[in-house]
């Protein structure tokens, strides 16, 4: 099973920047299609970014983060980041990274690592 392990979370105030990284010690990461999610209790957890597998850099965004946050992937750290600049309160959740497998391994291959706290406060 793909275990992963998010980092680089903290409190900051309006208009601060965060680089979130995720990393596994699974050799197949450049065949995971990778992705960020953030949720705050009481509500599902939503896309924030994706990127696809592989060497390319085919990226997607939710709306209320486009143009100041940026998903990127190194595969040879096994890696997947997700900068995240002019940070607002209404970005405050757990963030969890999400490794999908699905066009490889099959429809159970999805994993989430357990979630790093971003708050953004005045």
């Known amino acids: 099973q793909v275990q992963l392990v998010e980092s680089g979370g903290g409190l900051v105030q309006p208009g601060d920047s965060l680089r979130l990284s995720c990393t596994t010690g699974?050799?197949?990461?450049?065949?995971?299609?990778m992705s960020w999610y953030r949720q705050v209790p009481g509500k599902e957890r939503e896309l924030v970014a994706d990127?696809?597998?592989?060497?390319?850099?085919?990226?997607n965004y939710a709306e209320s983060v486009r143009g100041r946050f940026i998903i990127f992937r190194d595969n040879t750290k096994n890696a997947v980041y997700l900068q995240m600049n002019s940070l607002k309160p209404e970005d405050t959740a757990v963030y969890y990274c999400?490794?999908?497998?699905?066009?490889?391994?099959?429809?159970?291959?999805?994993?989430w690592g357990p979630g790093t706290q971003v708050t953004v406060s005045s």
């Open positions: 999400c490794a999908d497998g699905t066009d490889w391994y099959g429809p159970d291959s999805v994993y």
């Open positions: 990127i696809t597998a592989g060497g390319g850099g085919v990226t």
């Open positions: 699974d050799q197949y990461f450049s065949s995971y299609a």
